[in-house]
């Protein structure tokens, strides 16, 4: 299969809307795209976006909510998402699975991949009859490096394992490339999107031999699910290299950390630990790994830093740009302020639009310091584009 080279997006920069229908750490299943308000407001939020030219947003499913029982599917939010989207002019990249399973199902459960592949098919099915000409981009299973490790290590949602996180993760990435393997049957022009953690694990300052081999091999492991997709590891999931189509990476304000420890690397810093790498250098290094286009899939800083990141982010996206490297976008995530996963009481204020919690909806606040911030980096990545030629 040749893969296509065009960039699929109708924006640069993207919004995301929070939508993990998760079991989190209480064992209390967790639904944000109403927690949030942005199902209720989902108009409100589409409009909202022109003064920012953002025309391409992530959006989610709800595994949990479209199959209640088994093989059954309930598409009915979604094709109310998606009239929103055409009433817009908003193009939607849609999760498959964002952290949620139905009930009955883990990652480790024996026909986990066999219903997630039929989902897969199902979506393309109900996809395809409501919108079909539409170029559909799917990311079929998000930040599976993340996930497997919250629930396969650290108790914080289903399994509820420890020292279980690889078996997670093979059982993620089984059901990943299976559900690739059915979309790209059921519709072979689909653009599959990945969404994996870009990290930077290092070792002490003064390290060991042992030590330095540790957080070496705890870097690269970040990779791990990227490589069992196109079939660099574990070829006996029948991972393929055109599986591999856009490459998406998430980055946080805490993405970088000593191994072994809660010592983060501070990106803000008056004078950088030696051991930090910008932004750019870890996406460049990412893509002499793949070779293939990419997209900043989500960033976001909470709190009162949310401006100086988002101007970083700018400059960032902008020396990768200038390079002439195929970064197809940046998406800001979340785009609307959300809730802790396990205290929802507690909001993150990591939006472009805070959350009035005083209002019913709850009502949208644009965080303006964000807002200037934000179109200061949109000058700089469109004034680093290459003239054509």
């Known amino acids: 299969m040749i893969l296509s080279s065009s960039n699929p997006f109708r924006s640069f920069w993207m919004g995301g809307y929070e939508c993990t229908d ?90 986990f991949a066999r219903r997630f592949a039929a989902l897969c098919r199902a979506f393309v099915a109900f996809y395809r009859n409501q919108r079909p000409d539409d170029v559909l981009i799917v990311t079929p299973i998000n930040e599976v490096s993340f996930i497997s490790w919250l629930g396969g290590d650290a108790r914080g949602t289903v399994p509820y394992c420890t020292h279980q996180g690889w078996e997670v993760k093979y059982g993620l990435m089984r059901a990943y490339i299976e559900g690739a393997h059915a979309l790209r049957e059921a519709d072979p022009g689909i653009r599959i999107l990945t969404t994996e953690p870009l990290v930077n694990i290092v070792p002490p300052p003064r390290p060991t031999p042992r030590q330095r081999r540790e957080a070496d091999e705890a870097h690269r492991n970040q990779f791990q699910a990227t490589d069992i997709l196109c079939g660099r590891m574990c070829p006996e999931l029948g991972g393929r290299p055109e599986l591999l189509d856009i490459v998406g990476f998430n980055y946080y304000y805490d993405n970088q950390w000593q191994n072994h420890t809660d010592l983060k690397l501070g990106w803000n810093d008056d004078v950088h630990d030696p051991r930090w790498h910008p932004l750019r250098t870890l996406l460049r290094n990412a893509y002499k790994r793949y070779r293939r286009p990419f997209a900043l899939t989500e960033t976001s800083h909470p709190g009162l830093d949310r401006p100086q ?81």
């Open 22 to 111: 998760q079991l989190n750490c209480f064992g209390h299943r967790v639904d944000f795209l109403p927690l949030t308000g942005h199902l209720q407001l989902i108009d409100e939020d589409y409009a909202a976006l022109g003064q920012f030219q953002v025309r391409t947003v992530r959006e989610g499913i709800r595994w949990a909510h479209i199959e209640k029982t088994p093989y059954q599917y309930d598409f009915s939010t979604v094709q109310t998402m998606l009239a929103a989207g055409q009433r817009h002019g908003i193009q939607q990249v849609w999760d498959l699975c964002h952290f949620g399973y139905p009930d009955d199902l883990t990652p480790l459960h024996p026909l």
């Open 309 to 389: 990141w988002l101007r970083m982010i700018g400059e960032e996206c902008a020396a990768v740009v200038a390079d002439g490297l195929p970064l197809w976008g940046a998406c800001l995530y979340p785009i609307v302020d959300r809730p802790d996963w396990d205290h929802l009481d507690q909001w993150h204020q990591s939006g472009l639009w805070d959350a009035d919690l005083s209002q019913p909806g709850p009502a949208r606040v644009l965080h303006q310091p964000s807002a200037e911030a934000l179109r200061e980096a949109q000058a700089l990545v469109a004034a680093a584009i290459p003239p054509s030629r």
